[in-house]
């Protein structure tokens, strides 16, 4: 008697074990009824003569077997077949040779080892289900914001859980520069990528994808969470410097006004959840001359050439915006070409630049390209600038190797000797 009370208990243990892991009653019932499939079809050797009746108000399962009645001593596999006087002796007088004769399987009879060998199958294709349901929970989530508990920090990666105790990993190089973690402490960051490789979910969470960003001015302001302001474009420099162009769709409201808030009200909070990051947050414009000029704020443009196929633009400006323009090691430039998808060269718009100097672009024949790029890129835009910017100041600003800056000296030097 035992034996047979095991299968209703371990079928409600089991019912406790789903409602903890939130599976719905349906998949439950399936779940079951495969496991037993796959315990007994080891055991017969098939399962395509069992039929498996789930019985979940009761908490047990019932078990048919489907044999074929042959005549006495002529029975060849036990497990599809019995004899007619075995089948008239199982409760059924009236069975014929050649028909089918139906018989109960009372699966505790089994033992431990039979009960166990379910559980374990059981609490496998459980694990399988939970770790294929969490995947596409967090699969549909992607660049959603998300908010964990910080469980353990590594070298390389911190480890988060959420509300419901799901693992986040937070890559070192997706945390901001200046990002320090204590244990315990809530981090918010956005879900960037879930993967299933060998049905391990996991799931990658980051603060210096350009969501996050967007995921924060949802939060902060109530007017880009209803719809009434866009975020048309973001750049980021993760922990230095970023740019974001908004739109309004109502007339009345000031996009960049309601972002930034009263007295920055709104976008300090931002900016301390970043780790103290400047956001320059500009009006959108559909044309690309006026985006760009935006984008090079604060400086003040007196011109632009645009090259619509290439997607490149020569701005120019006064001597004294040129720095402004580029910023400090030349994250303004960067960011505002992230900002508009254009390549920007920035040149002095001075009678003495164009007269009496040369464009560095115009030694690209004698001097590589990256070279030029890294010069431009700390202010150095014609070959003046560069004969009267000392030679140490060029190596350790620019980042270049000496003999890379003698060359570039010499070359320029005899331009105009010549």
């Given amino acids: 008697m035992a034996k047979k009370e095991a299968m209703p208990n371990m079928v409600e243990s089991f019912s406790e074990f789903k409602e903890l892991k939130n599976i719905d009653k349906t998949t439950m019932i399936s779940v079951l009824e495969e496991s037993f499939r796959n ?19 009761k908490g047990d399962v019932q078990i048919f077997q489907n044999l074929t009645v042959v005549p006495d001593g002529e029975v060849t596999n036990p ?7 075995d089948a008239r002796a199982d409760n059924d007088p009236d069975a014929e040779i050649g028909e089918e004769h139906t018989k109960e399987i009372i699966f505790a009879d089994f033992g431990r080892r039979a009960i166990l060998t379910l559980r374990q199958t059981l609490q496998s294709k459980i694990l399988d289900l939970q770790k294929d349901a969490l995947y596409n929970k967090f699969k549909e989530r992607e660049g959603e914001l998300v908010t964990g ?14 509300a419901e105790k799901n693992e986040l990993l937070l890559p070192k190089s997706e945390s901001i520069p200046r990002d320090y973690f204590r244990k315990g402490e809530t981090v918010r960051a956005v879900i960037a990528n879930v993967d299933n490789k060998n049905n391990n979910p996991k799931i990658t969470v980051s603060r210096t994808n350009e969501n996050f960003l967007r995921r924060l001015f949802e939060l902060e302001v109530p007017e880009i969470h209803d719809g009434l302001i866009n975020i048309r474009a973001v750049a980021r420099i993760p922990g230095e410097r970023a740019k974001i162009a ?4 109502d007339e009345r409201i ?18 301390r959840e970043l780790r103290n990051e400047n956001i320059d947050v500009i009006t959108y414009t559909s044309n690309p001359s006026l985006f760009i000029q935006r984008a090079l704020s604060p400086a003040k443009v007196s011109s632009i050439r645009i090259d619509e196929d290439e997607k490149k633009a020569e701005v120019f400006l006064r001597p004294e915006e040129v720095s402004l323009a580029i910023g400090k090691g030349g994250l303004n430039i960067k960011l505002a070409s992230m900002l508009t998808g254009y390549v920007i060269d920035v040149y002095r718009d001075t009678e003495e630049a164009t007269e009496e100097d040369i464009y560095l672009d115009e030694f690209k024949d004698e001097i590589d390209a990256w070279v030029i790029d890294a010069l ?21 600003k620019a980042d270049l190797e000496e003999d890379t800056v003698d060359q570039v000296i010499n070359i320029l030097k005899a331009e105009f000797e010549d």
């Fill in 39 to 57: 315990v007994l079809a080891k055991m017969f050797g098939t399962d395509e003569n069992l039929d498996v009746i789930m019985n979940p108000d």
């Fill in 79 to 85: 497990n599809t077949e019995i004899s007619l006087s």
């Fill in 246 to 249: 908004v739109e309004s769709y």
């Fill in 376 to 396: 431009k890129e700390i202010g150095l835009i014609t070959a003046k600038n560069v004969l009267n910017t000392p030679r140490e100041t060029i190596i350790e």
């Fill in 149 to 162: 508990e910080v469980y353990q920090t590594w070298s390389r990666e911190t480890l988060l859980l959420d």
């Fill in 254 to 271: 000031d996009p960049v006004g309601a972002c930034v808030g009263v007295k920055g009200s709104r976008i300090h909070g931002i900016v």
